[in-house]
């Protein structure tokens, strides 16, 4: 590998990282929403927008911190 792409790599690492942690933040704050509140007072669970946040929060900051630790 060249030395340009593992500092692309790195970068897109850090990029997914940061996006990851935007997107668990965002999904934590649509948690608190009315609407959210009473999905989870009535159902018991969080609503699938949330989850999806969540999770896709989780997968995009372990593949960022995966690729900057990498190279």
Known sequence: ?????A???KIIGIV??????GL????FQLSGSV??????????SD????MTL???GAVSFVVGIYL????
């Open 47 to 50: 609503t699938d927008k949330v």
């Open 54 to 56: 969540y999770i896709t």
């Open 68 to 71: 900057y630790i990498k190279n």
């Open 1 to 5: 590998m060249s030395m340009g792409s």
């Open 16 to 21: 997914l990282a940061v996006l990851g942690i």
């Open 24 to 27: 668990a933040v965002w999904g």
């Open 7 to 9: 500092a692309t790599m």
């Open 35 to 44: 609407g959210s509140q009473i999905t989870h007072a009535v159902t018991g």
